[in-house]
């Protein structure tokens, strides 16, 4: 320990008594790539003064037994947590020492801006969904994604075999993290992350039921490079972070080829989250004004097409958000009018299209996944939005 600060390592990273430590330093001990902001404006987040008697949203009650929103945040780990309504900021909190500057690991609400990068090239005629992804990659001609379309990619409908049990050091989501660096490796098995997704395996037939998979998101992220010729980091730059008056550059940690960790390495600030999160709102359309998205991808997102309900609801995951579905690399939960980006360890962006609201919280739950404090955050959300549209 040097000043006090841990010493962070590839093999201590993950544990409980680091997280919070690491998922704010990980640019120090892990190769990143920058997301340049670019040279525009930066969007503008007023605070709202007056705006109308809200209270203090820490004193709402989110349930008898959760208690009140304050309560919550504190039992879940919050390093930050950011509310936006109507485009005016109602709160802004840090917990040290994270600070407005930091960029915070994202984990895999990394997964739906990679989606919002793979919407840009689609609104170009860069990517069409309907095309096998091994057209755009020949090197996965031969894997288990053969075959799969780009549609069957990006709602994690493809027929590739895939453990994400993070605690199950047998799992295929423990291979894919030695592949990229974020573990030492222990089996012998890829180096790379684009060799892990060449020896992928199916093992049913591609646009069936949803299963949630990493690895997905890597191909995504594969598909983009392949298909433009340009590291990823460019394209986020150029398509995305640089058209949103993000305040700040992010960052993207790679592997040993300098490929990005496209699943969940994306470091970025809780400001630039939220304006992340206000292009969704407003249909792809940034703070700034720039049309980032088309309004038919997004719109694309939350329509809720039956096949695309059905197989959601036949997932593990369909009892979190009994209703809802998975698209593009977002959830939507039932009622079709809230977008969620969701990472391990408790990181969020919460967009409440009815409420007009954008939160952001991002935390480090000492645990990768705990059904109970999912549950609790996802009760805090609704209890704000639900305030926010009755104010």
């Known amino acids: 320990m040097i000043n006090d600060r841990p ?17 704010q330093r990980i640019e120090e001990f892990q190769p990143t790539a920058l997301i340049s902001r670019g040279a525009g404006p930066v969007a503008d987040l007023p605070t709202a003064l007056d705006a109308f008697d809200l209270g203090d949203l820490g004193d709402l009650r989110v349930s008898a037994e959760l208690g009140t929103v304050r309560e919550v945040l504190d039992a879940t780990e919050t390093d930050s947590w950011l509310v936006l309504h109507r485009g005016r900021l109602l ?58 379309r780009l549609r069957d990619v990006l709602d994690m409908r493809s027929g590739v075999r895939f453990n994400e049990d993070y605690l199950d050091p047998e799992a295929e989501v423990c291979l894919l993290d030695e592949s990229v660096g974020w573990a030492p490796r222990s089996h012998g098995g890829p180096a790379t992350l684009k060799d892990f997704l060449r020896r992928t395996v199916a093992d049913r037939p591609h646009g069936g039921p949803f299963h949630y998979r990493s690895c997905e998101t890597d191909v ?10 340009r590291p990823f980091a460019e394209l986020a730059s150029e398509l995305l972070w640089s058209r949103l008056g993000a305040e700040a550059d992010a960052a993207i940690c790679v592997d040993g080829e300098g490929t990005g ?47 695309i309900t059905a197989a959601f609801a036949a997932a593990p995951e369909a009892s979190m958000l009994p209703g809802g579905s998975y698209r593009s690399q977002c959830w939507v939960p039932a009622g079709r ?27 480090s739950w000492p645990m990768p996944w705990e059904g109970s404090r999912m549950a609790a955050a996802l009760q805090l959300f609704a209890a704000v939005g639900d305030r926010l549209r009755r104010a």
Not at 220 to 229: P, Q, R, S
Not at 350 to 358: C, I, L, P, T
Request: charged share 20%.
């Open 337 to 363: 009018e809230t977008v969620m980006c969701v990472g391990i360890h408790g990181q969020f962006v919460y967009v409440d299209r009815a409420a007009s609201a954008v939160i952001v919280k991002l935390s």
């Open 91 to 148: 709160v802004e909190e840090y917990a040290a020492p994270m600070t407005a500057a930091t960029r915070h690991l994202l984990m895999s609400v990394s997964k739906s801006i990679v989606g919002a990068v793979v919407g840009a090239l689609v609104d170009r005629g860069v990517l069409d969904p309907s095309r096998p992804v091994a057209d755009v990659v020949p090197e996965l001609a031969g894997s288990g994604y053969d075959g799969a």
């Open 220 to 229: 995504l992220g594969w598909i983009c490079e392949a298909a433009t010729g």
């Open 261 to 307: 960790v496209f699943d969940g390495g994306i470091c970025a600030t809780a400001r630039d989250l939220a304006r992340f999160g206000l292009m969704l709102l407003h249909s792809g359309v940034s703070a700034t004004g720039e049309r980032v998205l088309s309004s038919t991808w997004i719109d694309d997102i939350v329509a809720g097409e039956d096949d």
């Open 7 to 23: 010493t962070i390592t590839m093999t201590n990273w993950r544990e409980p008594d680091m997280v919070r430590h690491a998922f």
